[in-house]
């Protein structure tokens, strides 16, 4: 098996030599952008004489839900720098201004309004882009693009924009400073710039340039830039944050005394060149100001899958991604479909880091690099001795093959009290044709328990190929992960399988003002379980059609085996999901499926038959004012006697006034059904620029329970307990030397 796997890494590292020498070229040519002596005022209005001398872009065309169509709506950019940002400006006109949807609210929030982006590729390299989105009103959203054109929003940069709405449409007017960008040192440099317009009402996204699948990658198609002399200032930010919070529990028949405390942290950021930076935090700020969304948490086969939120691990996270997994296409896919090995990295494994240290970025056009060092102390409080405590070190690699081909490397470790776990391994990507690509993983881990000194090894091994055209969408992968394989700093859903996983798409465009484009879809993965020697597969058939007002119906068959301690289970079924902004003020999302289902008792697992669905309705009024509600339900139903096992009832009701684009106030309802429990949070929160914040929330938890003296203990009640009690405050000023 070893010198399978070994002859496996020579042939694909000999197939990234062959197709790294591919034709895919990106055939425009290279646009200077001009330079500026007086920066323009950003106040959303296009009357600043600097924009009669930038340089403009016009010709915007459809990528969604064609390509290559001619917009609905006229699009104007303007582009120019003054050495130590960019500056953009654009008109966006519409016919019906009443249709413009955008609102005040907080950052990264817009996902539902109008917005232009601005994509820019620092290193022209087709790896990853900066992305800068603007909603009519300047409200911003950021982050980052990856290779396959996906956004991940979770990276915030300190950048400045200003929009208004007039009677031909919008306009907004950005800054983007250099110094919250990574780029190389030289006296010209060549990035990648990719524009892009959403319109909610005709459910489409158009840009400049026009993007192709039969062109190759996203990123390979973007529109070279040139900018002469930027000036580097080097970066160094200070963050520091203080934390106070009141917390009170109740217990027995009274209140417990009020327990208080106050944490301060705080982050450093240096820039050793202008592409690779250094990070260094002590007590790293976890930024979360309000209770994760209520999930179904019973009757699970894996953990919980939460994003991360701290600021300290954000920047470069996309740097740890990696290749060789095939995955359900569906937006609303579930965690339970995802890859068995669904992260080599998820920082959320690193609980109550006490101090870490991070350098990401990169080395040259052509390396990158991302390395995380963490001392990681238990929650909880009675035992945080050095023996205790969880040391992490993280290290990725890149190197740039051809256009959007690479060739990469892992390494991550957890050592604590006596044991450890050590994963390294390979990664890649390559590009076979302008159509297609292919990726593979290849990972070891060695483990040493620290109860009993068992020592054990693994592998996960993902092999994937990825076609993707105009009609049809291929992504076809074999990952094989044996029974003592462990990673402590990812996210592993199983092990001990050999899952082959299929999905293709055929996109139909039919001459129809209403159905915009139709889906027939297939998704499977099919799963060898080693310990029982059992197949289960999964196999999804589904025909989804895109519509107006960015609507789309799905309607789903599901025909399913599933394995689970040593037994195989029936868990086919069907389900639907549907969503569209309804109007300018309501979007609504619905998702049912009612399939078999499994009872996951180790020692007695036994079959039964699931209800689950998930609503969603949301309704802006105004543009400051926004209200959601939630409903997510989970039954389960006994096989052999048709009797209800448990149902779980989630509702939230989320209410935010945004005063302005600097402050808001929220507040959360949600009462959870199995546990009988009812929570309230009120949050005031003041974010000036991502660092610069002021936030004020006061939480309650309530239960029905009551206190029985007699027997000392909880029971059961028609009324509600409140239970637990919190107050914080927290205070952070990023400062910028």
Same mark, same amino acid.
């Given at each position: *098996?070893?010198?399978?796997?070994?002859?496996?890494?020579?042939?694909?590292?000999?197939?990234?030599?062959?197709?790294? $020498?591919? +034709?895919?070229?990106?055939?425009?040519?290279? &646009?200077?952008?001009?330079? !500026?002596?007086?920066?323009?005022?950003?106040?959303?209005?296009?009357?600043?004489?600097?924009?009669?001398?930038?340089?403009?872009?016009?010709?915007?065309?459809?990528? =969604?839900?064609?390509?290559?169509?001619?917009?609905?709506?006229?699009?104007?950019?303007?582009?120019?720098?003054?050495?130590?940002?960019?500056?953009?400006?654009?008109?966006?006109?519409?016919?019906?201004?009443?249709? !413009?949807?955008?609102?005040?609210?907080?950052?990264?929030?817009?996902?539902?309004?109008?917005?232009?982006?601005?994509?820019?590729?620092?290193?022209?390299?087709?790896?990853?882009?900066?992305?800068?989105?603007?909603?009519?009103?300047?409200?911003?959203?950021?982050?980052? !693009?990856?290779?396959?054109? /996906?956004?991940?929003?979770?990276?915030?940069?300190?950048?400045?924009?200003?929009?208004?709405?007039?009677?031909?449409?919008?306009?907004?007017?950005?800054?983007?400073?250099?110094?919250?960008?990574?780029?190389?040192?030289?006296?010209?440099?060549? *990035?990648?710039?990719? %524009?892009?317009?959403?319109?909610?009402?005709?459910?489409? /996204?158009?840009?400049?340039?026009?993007?192709?699948?039969?062109?190759?990658?996203?990123?390979?198609?973007?529109?070279? &830039?040139?900018?002469?002399? *930027?000036?580097?200032?080097?970066?160094?930010?200070?963050?520091?944050?203080?934390?106070?919070?009141?917390?009170?529990?109740?217990?027995?028949?009274?209140?417990?005394?009020?327990?208080?405390?106050?944490?301060?942290?705080? +982050?450093?950021?240096?820039? $050793?060149?202008?592409?690779?930076?250094?990070?260094?935090?002590?007590?790293?700020?976890?930024?979360?100001?309000?209770?994760?969304?209520?999930?179904?948490?019973?009757?699970?086969?894996?953990?919980?899958?939460?994003?991360?939120?701290?600021?300290?691990?954000?920047?470069?996270?996309?740097?740890?991604?990696?290749?060789?997994?095939?995955?359900?296409?569906?937006?609303?896919?579930?965690?339970?479909?995802?890859?068995?090995?669904?992260?080599?990295?998820?920082?959320?494994?690193?609980?109550?880091?006490?101090?870490?240290?991070?350098?990401?970025?990169?080395?040259?056009?052509?390396?990158? *690099?991302?390395?995380?060092?963490?001392?990681?102390?238990?929650?909880?409080?009675?035992?945080?001795?050095?023996?205790?405590?969880?040391? @992490?070190?993280?290290?990725?690699?890149?190197?740039?093959?051809?256009?959007?081909?690479?060739?990469?490397?892992?390494?991550?470790?957890?050592?604590?009290?006596?044991?450890?776990?050590?994963?390294?391994?390979?990664?890649?990507?390559?590009?076979?044709?302008?159509?297609?690509?292919?990726?593979?993983?290849?990972?070891?881990?060695?483990?040493?328990?620290?109860?009993?000194?068992?020592?054990?090894?693994?592998?996960?091994?993902?092999?994937?190929?990825?076609?993707?055209?105009?009609?049809?969408?291929?992504?076809?992968?074999?990952?094989?992960?044996?029974?003592?394989?462990?990673?402590?700093?990812?996210?592993?859903?199983?092990?001990?399988?050999?899952?082959?996983?299929?999905?293709?798409?055929?996109?139909?465009?039919?001459?129809?003002?209403?159905?915009?484009?139709?889906?027939?879809?297939?998704?499977?993965?099919? $799963?060898?379980?080693?310990?029982?020697?059992?197949?289960?597969?999964?196999? %999804?058939?589904?025909?989804?059609?895109?519509?107006?007002?960015?609507?789309?119906?799905?309607?789903?068959?599901?025909?399913?085996?599933?394995?689970?301690?040593?037994?195989?289970?029936?868990?086919?079924?069907?389900?639907?999901?549907?969503?569209?902004?309804?109007?300018?003020?309501?979007?609504?999302?619905?998702?049912?499926?009612?399939?078999? #289902?499994?009872?996951?008792?180790?020692?007695?697992?036994?079959?039964?038959?699931?209800? #689950?669905?998930? @609503?969603?309705?949301?309704?802006?009024?105004?543009?400051? @004012?926004?209200?959601?509600?939630? /409903?997510?339900?989970?039954?389960?139903?006994?096989?052999?006697?048709?009797?209800?096992?448990? =149902?779980? +009832?989630?509702?939230?009701?989320?209410?935010?006034?945004?005063?302005?684009?600097?402050?808001?106030?929220?507040?959360?309802?949600?009462?959870?059904?199995?546990?009988?429990?009812?929570?309230?949070?009120?949050?005031?929160?003041?974010?000036?620029?991502?660092?610069?914040?002021?936030?004020?929330?006061?939480?309650?938890?309530?239960?029905? %329970?009551?206190?029985?003296?007699? &027997?000392?203990?909880?029971?059961?009640?028609?009324? @509600?307990?409140?239970?637990?009690?919190?107050?914080?405050?927290?205070?952070?000023?990023?400062?910028?030397?």
């Amino acid at each position: *098996m070893r010198r399978c796997r070994t002859s496996v890494v020579a042939v694909f590292f000999l197939i990234s030599a062959i197709f790294c $020498i591919n +034709t895919m070229t990106n055939a425009n040519e290279a &646009i200077e952008i001009p330079r !500026i002596k007086k920066p323009p005022r950003l106040d959303g209005k296009l009357d600043d004489p600097v924009w009669t001398t930038a340089v403009r872009f016009q010709e915007f065309l459809t990528f =969604d839900p064609d390509y290559g169509k001619p917009a609905s709506e006229q699009t104007v950019v303007y582009a120019c720098s003054d050495g130590e940002n960019f500056y953009f400006a654009t008109r966006c006109f519409q016919k019906d201004v009443s249709k !413009i949807k955008g609102t005040v609210t907080r950052r990264d929030n817009i996902r539902g309004d109008e917005w232009m982006g601005i994509f820019i590729d620092t290193f022209h390299n087709f790896q990853s882009a900066y992305a800068f989105l603007v909603n009519p009103l300047g409200i911003q959203a950021d982050g980052m !693009i990856n290779l396959d054109g /996906m956004l991940d929003a979770k990276h915030d940069m300190v950048w400045y924009s200003k929009g208004t709405i007039d009677d031909k449409g919008y306009t907004v007017e950005i800054k983007i400073p250099f110094k919250s960008i990574r780029f190389p040192v030289k006296k010209k440099v060549k *990035m990648g710039l990719w %524009l892009v317009r959403r319109i909610v009402c005709a459910s489409e /996204m158009v840009s400049f340039p026009a993007v192709y699948p039969h062109k190759g990658a996203i990123l390979s198609q973007l529109q070279p &830039i040139l900018l002469s002399k *930027m000036k580097y200032k080097q970066i160094t930010e200070l963050l520091p944050a203080l934390t106070h919070a009141r917390t009170r529990d109740h217990e027995g028949a009274q209140w417990a005394a009020e327990e208080k405390q106050t944490d301060f942290s705080l +982050t450093g950021k240096i820039g $050793i060149t202008p592409s690779l930076v250094l990070d260094a935090a002590y007590n790293p700020d976890f930024s979360q100001v309000e209770a994760d969304a209520g999930q179904v948490d019973f009757n699970l086969r894996s953990a919980l899958y939460y994003t991360e939120k701290r600021p300290f691990f954000l920047e470069g996270i996309e740097e740890f991604n990696f290749a060789g997994n095939t995955q359900d296409l569906s937006i609303f896919a579930p965690i339970n479909q995802a890859p068995p090995l669904h992260a080599i990295v998820h920082t959320r494994t690193i609980i109550n880091p006490v101090f870490g240290l991070k350098l990401t970025g990169k080395i040259n056009k052509k390396n990158s *690099m991302a390395a995380i060092f963490a001392l990681d102390e238990p929650l909880n409080n009675e035992d945080q001795s050095e023996n205790h405590r969880a040391v @992490f070190g993280i290290f990725r690699y890149r190197h740039l093959l051809k256009n959007d081909a690479y060739i990469g490397g892992f390494y991550t470790g957890r050592d604590f009290s006596g044991g450890y776990n050590r994963v390294t391994g390979i990664d890649g990507r390559l590009r076979l044709s302008k159509f297609a690509v292919a990726e593979y993983h290849l990972l070891g881990s060695f483990s040493k328990d620290p109860e009993n000194q068992d020592r054990r090894n693994g592998h996960a091994l993902g092999l994937r190929y990825y076609y993707n055209s105009r009609i049809l969408i291929l992504d076809l992968g074999i990952q094989d992960i044996s029974p003592d394989f462990q990673i402590d700093t990812g996210y592993l859903r199983r092990q001990g399988i050999t899952r082959l996983a299929v999905s293709g798409m055929y996109q139909i465009y039919p001459k129809s003002k209403f159905f915009q484009r139709l889906e027939p879809y297939y998704w499977g993965y099919h $799963i060898l379980d080693k310990e029982s020697n059992l197949f289960e597969t999964y196999n %999804l058939f589904t025909f989804r059609i895109k519509m107006p007002r960015s609507s789309r119906f799905y309607l789903d068959m599901i025909l399913a085996k599933e394995v689970y301690a040593g037994k195989r289970f029936d868990t086919s079924g069907i389900g639907l999901q549907a969503n569209s902004q309804i109007t300018k003020h309501f979007y609504f999302y619905l998702g049912f499926r009612n399939t078999g #289902s499994i009872f996951y008792n180790p020692d007695n697992p036994y079959p039964g038959r699931t209800n #689950s669905a998930f @609503f969603l309705l949301e309704y802006q009024p105004t543009e400051k @004012f926004n209200t959601k509600l939630e /409903m997510t339900y989970e039954d389960f139903y006994r096989k052999s006697d048709s009797q209800k096992e448990y =149902d779980i +009832t989630i509702f939230r009701s989320r209410t935010t006034f945004q005063a302005n684009k600097y402050l808001f106030f929220r507040g959360i309802a949600e009462y959870n059904s199995y546990y009988k429990k009812l929570l309230l949070d009120f949050l005031a929160s003041f974010t000036y620029i991502p660092g610069t914040v002021v936030h004020i929330g006061y939480g309650s938890t309530q239960y029905k %329970l009551q206190w029985n003296q007699e &027997i000392g203990t909880y029971v059961p009640a028609n009324r @509600f307990l409140e239970t637990h009690r919190a107050f914080f405050f927290k205070v952070s000023y990023l400062w910028r030397l």
